[in-house]
């Protein structure tokens, strides 16, 4: 198999986005704020010319956290292709370019099902986990990049 990560829009992300993490609701709730902002950074994972995978990072503080920040959103593999370690690919993919531009903190909000997932990629728990409406119980997770 050949796998390739590349930039996408927010609006290319919608076609994993929308099965993978809002099924059963309606496409435009895969919109999410900040998705069109110029510093948030789209990326798209594809098999050969397929898009199945998905990765969105922007540039969110928390007050949870100091230094320089991203949020990691909408991150999404096809059912088709999950479990071939092609998720962690995205994060090491995204990873590489917040360094680049000097991004000390990666932070994200993890749906309980994926929190196995991110400990393997080297994200941390703060704090308690918390409900967000209509998607569930969430962690809270970082991690240093610099
Ligand atoms: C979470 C997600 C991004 C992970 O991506 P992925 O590429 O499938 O990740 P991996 O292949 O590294 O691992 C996924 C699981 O498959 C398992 N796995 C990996 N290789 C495997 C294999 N050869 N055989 C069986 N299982 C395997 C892993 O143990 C892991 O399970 P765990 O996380 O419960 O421990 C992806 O599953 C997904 O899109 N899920 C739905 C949307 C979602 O929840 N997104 C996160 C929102 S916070």
Redo the contacts with the bound molecule.
């Keep these: 198999m050949s796998y390739t990560i590349k930039e996408i829009t927010a609006q290319e992300t919608w076609a994993v986005r929308h099965p ?2 809002r099924a059963d609701r309606p496409l435009a709730t895969c919109s999410m704020d900040g998705d069109l902002n110029a510093d948030t950074l789209h990326l798209g994972l594809f098999d050969s010319n397929n898009l199945v995978g998905v990765a969105s990072f922007m540039n969110n503080q928390n007050s949870q956290f100091t230094g320089r920040q991203y949020q990691l959103r909408g ?3 096809l059912e088709s292709h ?7 690919l995205l994060i090491d993919a995204g990873e590489e370019k917040l360094k680049q531009l000097k991004v000390e903190v990666l932070w ?1 909000n ?2 309980i ?2 929190l ?2 991110y400990l ?1 990629k080297g994200f941390t728990i703060s704090g308690l986990p918390f409900d967000i409406e209509n998607v569930g119980v969430h962690y809270l997770l970082s991690k240093k990049l610099q």
Excluded: H, Y
């Design positions: 993978v993490l991150m999404g593999i999950q479990k071939k370690k092609l998720g962690g994200c993890a749906r099902k994926a196995n997932f393997r």
